[in-house]
C-alpha cells in the first residue's frame, strides 16, 4: 500500500469521536483554534502519514515543515514494516515458541516448551527454578504474562493452570545486573534496541531503554517509562517520560539519576543484536527486547511490528528533530 492508499484506509476507518477529542485535547494543550488545529491535522495527514493520534503524541502543532519531516509516523513506520518485512516469515519473531527456538542462543537463560515437555520435563524445570515466568505465545506490551511460584500450587494443577490461561514457553527469571537493579529494583528493566538487516549486514538505528515504575514490567503502555540510548555509548542523555506525559529527571522510586545514567556491557548488547538480526534475515527491521544479567545481555523477544510511539517524543527531540533521520541513514548506506 502506497501513500495515498494508505490515507484512503486511514479517512475510512477514522473514529470521528476520538479525533474530536485529539483536537479539542490539543485546543487545551497549546490555545489554538479548533479549526485550525482541524485543518493542520488533516494536511499533517495527507503530507506526513501522521493520524490524529501522532499530531497529538509528536506535538506537531508547535512543529514546522522541516521538522516534521523528521517525525517517524504511523504511515511512515508501517511502510518501513511492509518494506522490509517479509509476512511469511514474521511468525519467525512474533510466536513466543517459534522465537525461543530461532534465538535460543541469544537467551541464555533456561525455558521449556510446554506443548512438547513431559510431566517430568516440568517437574525437573520447576524444582531447578521454583520461580518462574509463563508467557502467551503471542502477546504484546508484557500482557498476558505471569510470574509463577510453583510452591502455590499442588503439583498436578500446575501444567492444568498453565494450560487454562495458554501459558506456554517458561522461562528462568532474569537476573539483572547491580547497575541496572539498582535504578528500578521490581522488574527487568530492558533496552528496546531496532535493527535494520539489508544486504548481509544489521545495523543499529535507534535504542531505548524502558524502566519500571513499581511494577514487574517495564513496558511504556503498561505502566513504565522510556527514554532514548545513545546508540553509540549507551549513556541517557534525557528525562524519560511514562505514558501520562510524566518526566523523571530520577527515578522517582529509587531517587537514582535518569538523565546520565549508563548502560552496562554496552558494546556487548550491540554485538547481541547484530549477531540476531542475521537469524531471520527476511525480516529485516526489529525491535529487540535485551536485558542486561548479572554475566551478560541476553534477549528477552523481538518484535516484527515494533512500535513507533516511543520513537522522538517532544522531550526527546533536540531542536524538534525526530529520529527519521536515523531510519533514513540506515536504510541508504
Not at 539489508?198 to 517495564?218: E, M, P, Q
Request: charged share 25%; hydrophobic share 40%.
Amino acid at each position: 500500500m502506497g501513500k495515498l492508499g494508505y490515507i484512503a484506509k486511514r479517512i475510512l476507518g477514522i473514529n470521528v469521536r476520538n479525533m474530536l477529542d485529539k483536537i479539542n485535547e490539543v485546543h487545551i494543550r497549546s490555545g489554538k483554534s479548533r479549526v485550525y488545529i482541524f485543518f493542520d491535522m488533516t494536511g499533517c495527514a495527507v503530507r506526513y502519514q501522521a493520524g490524529y493520534t501522532d499530531y497529538a503524541l509528536f506535538e506537531m502543532y508547535n512543529l514546522n515543515s522541516a521538522q516534521r519531516k523528521t517525525v517517524v509516523t504511523r504511515g511512515i513506520n508501517n511502510s518501513f514494516i511492509k518494506r522490509f518485512n517479509d509476512p511469511a516469515y514474521t511468525e519467525e519473531i512474533n510466536d513466543k515458541l517459534k522465537f525461543a527456538y530461532n534465538f535460543s542462543e541469544y537467551l541464555r537463560r533456561d525455558w521449556l516448551d510446554l506443548t512438547k515437555a513431559s510431566d517430568e520435563e516440568l517437574t525437573g524445570f520447576i524444582h531447578k527454578h521454583p520461580v518462574f515466568m509463563a508467557k502467551p505465545v503471542r502477546g504484546m506490551c508484557g500482557k498476558g504474562i505471569e510470574k509463577i511460584r510453583s510452591a502455590d500450587f499442588e503439583a498436578e494443577k500446575l501444567r492444568e493452570y498453565l494450560t487454562d490461561r495458554e501459558l506456554m514457553l517458561l522461562e528462568e527469571c532474569v537476573i539483572q545486573h547491580p547497575v541496572m537493579n539498582k535504578l528500578h529494583p521490581h522488574c527487568v528493566n530492558t533496552c528496546r534496541v531496532v535493527t535494520l538487516h539489508r544486504s548481509g549486514v544489521t545495523k543499529v538505528v535507534v535504542a531505548y531503554l524502558r524502566i519500571g515504575n513499581g511494577r514487574f514490567v517495564d513496558n511504556f503502555n503498561s505502566g513504565g517509562m522510556v527514554v532514548p540510548i545513545n546508540e553509540q555509548t549507551g549513556e541517557i542523555n534525557y528525562p524519560a517520560l511514562d505514558k501520562a506525559g510524566n518526566l523523571y529527571e530520577k527515578h522517582p522510586l529509587t531517587g537514582v539519576s535518569i538523565k546520565g545514567f549508563r548502560i552496562p556491557m554496552w558494546e556487548e548488547v550491540l554485538s547481541l543484536v547484530i549477531k540476531a538480526g542475521s537469524v531471520v534475515p527476511q525480516v529485516g527491521l526489529v525491535g529487540w527486547d535485551v536485558a542486561i544479567s548479572e554475566n551478560c545481555p541476553l534477549l528477552i523477544e523481538g518484535n516484527n511490528f515494533p512500535g513507533h510511539d516511543i520513537y522522538g517524543l517532544p522531550p526527546h527531540r533536540t531542536d524538534g528533530v525526530g529520529v527519521l533521520p536515523k531510519f533514513i541513514e540506515a536504510i541508504e548506506e
